[in-house]
């Protein structure tokens, strides 16, 4: 049942007012001055305020004006047998939703009250959204414990409350656009757009319309204007995915953007302002194609402002069982029943995989495993062939310099076999060191040398 809080000094008013809202199944609070009316606001549960605006002491564009303070989206409804021009601008610059004059039929005060209800729903559940999206896109929410993972998480929090530009590298499959929303839901913008392009998804010509919108007329199949994502993005976030694959016009038209903060629309020679933060991303190396010639370098750095580094999945083996667990409860068809967990020749498997295709290539393989797996944890014989393929194959020795020398090499091995066992074991050290064949403190000493200890 809806609450509504009616403000009027005169004597009976707000009882008679109380009497026919009442029949129409709301709940009423009466005040018979602005301070009064206050009071209960601040105690009570109310959905809707229904004042007079001409009342001794406060009067009731200031009891808005203090409502507001207490909670902004809270909907009033002014109402005045002095309906002046004047006064019903003035009450709707201080936030009310409408202004109705008294005498008035109770039909149009009970349509204004529903309608006002109805937009404060949607308003609540914006919020809920906004901050269900916020928690959902935490830096801490990012899968994974590991050391390039914990550096990643330190550029987010600090970059994060700024306005500076990003470069975001990795990688396909390694995440970028969950580095780029939690970016965004931890910044001072997280309440305005997030708007996403993949700059290699459109043609040329496409994405100049695409990103800077048009003018009626401006091309044939251009039958009206048209905003653009700069525009759209406006007071929030542009992530401009795969920005590499910009083609030489559109980076000078780009630059001209991030230096100048406005643009003309295709077809237009209107002027648009814009205020917008820029996390570019890319699975290129951007130095290097500037070196080639083929990115240009004044605006390689004003993207590069700040750089965050995804390290692909290989280098990060230790996170895999984090990230199964992820993907198995993302999964399974319900929280009683289904897959659990993995056993533990399919986790060797995983940790021996060389993950070309990276978190995006474990996470399809995981839902795959869920869908097909007959028991409670997920086996060998649930992994794609592809991947079954590598049993008995060892480790997967990617990644070795090829002008490594024996004892290098070695010590890279020694290193995976000993992240392996310790995710085997699920890092109980006196199973690692037993499927090692070596002692415990042996381990522990080998631990502290490649780091692996914490």
């Known amino acids: 049942m809806k609450t509504i809080l009616i403000v009027d000094d005169e004597k009976h008013y707000p009882m008679i007012l109380a009497e026919v809202l009442q029949e129409e199944g709301y709940a009423c609070f009466t005040a018979s001055s602005g301070v009064e009316a206050l009071d209960i606001f601040e105690n009570e549960f109310v959905d809707l305020v229904l004042t007079d605006v001409k009342m001794p002491g406060m009067d009731g564009i200031e009891l808005m004006s203090r409502i507001k303070e207490v909670n902004a989206d809270a909907p009033v409804i002014v109402m005045t047998a002095y309906g002046s021009v004047e006064k019903a601008v003035e009450a709707m610059q201080e936030g009310a939703y ?14 204004h009250i529903s309608k006002a209800l109805a937009i404060h729903k949607i308003v609540q559940e914006n ?4 901050e269900a999206i916020s928690s959902r896109y935490s830096f801490g929410n990012i899968i994974g414990k590991s050391k390039p993972m914990q550096e990643l998480y330190e550029i987010i929090k ?6 500076a530009s990003i470069l975001v590298e990795g990688e396909s499959g390694t995440g970028k656009e ?3 929303k939690a970016l965004h ?12 392009v993949n700059c290699s998804a459109f043609a040329e010509n496409l994405l100049e319309s695409e990103l800077f919108g048009h003018e009626k007329g401006a091309f044939t199949g251009a039958s009206s204007r048209k905003k653009g994502r700069f525009e759209l993005a406006d007071k929030g976030t542009l992530f401009l995915d795969e920005i590499g694959e910009l083609g030489a016009d559109l980076q000078v038209k780009l630059l001209r953007v991030l230096q100048e903060k406005n643009f003309e629309r295709v077809g237009g020679t209107e002027v648009v302002p814009v205020d917008f933060r820029l996390i570019a991303a890319t699975n290129k190396n951007l130095e290097k194609e500037v070196e080639k010639g083929c990115f ?3 605006l390689y750095y004003r993207l590069n402002v700040v750089k965050a580094v995804i390290p692909p999945l290989r280098d990060r083996k230790e996170d895999i069982p984090l990230l199964v667990n992820h993907f198995i409860e993302k999964y399974r068809e319900d929280e009683e029943g289904g897959v659990t967990g993995i056993d533990s020749e399919a986790a060797r498997l995983l940790f021996d995989h060389p993950w070309k295709g990276n978190v995006r290539e474990l996470e ?16 060998a014989s649930d992994l794609p062939i592809e991947q079954r393929r590598h049993i008995g194959s060892g480790l997967d020795l990617d990644g070795i310099p090829e002008n490594a020398g024996l004892y290098e090499t070695l010590a890279i091995i020694e290193k995976r076999m000993i992240q392996r066992a310790m995710t085997l074991s699920g890092n109980v050290q006196s199973k690692a ?7 415990k403190s042996g381990l522990h000493q080998k631990l502290k040398k490649y780091e692996l200890d914490k």
Do not use: W, Y
Not at 127 to 130: I, N, T
Not at 185 to 196: D, E, G, I, Q, Y
Not at 364 to 379: D, F, P, Q, T
Not at 433 to 439: F, P, S, W, Y
């Open 364 to 379: 399809n393989m995981i839902e795959r495993a869920v869908i097909l797996s007959s028991g409670g944890s997920i086996a």
């Open 98 to 111: 409408t202004f109705i004059t008294k005498p008035f039929e109770n039909e149009t005060l009970l349509t």
């Open 433 to 439: 060191a037993k499927m090692l064949g070596i002692g």
């Open 185 to 196: 839901f931890n910044s001072k913008r997280k309440n305005h757009p997030l708007v996403a």
């Open 178 to 180: 969950l580095v780029a």
């Open 158 to 163: 600090k970059v994060a409350p700024t306005n």
């Open 296 to 298: 240009r370098e004044d």
């Open 127 to 130: 919020s809920m959204l906004r």
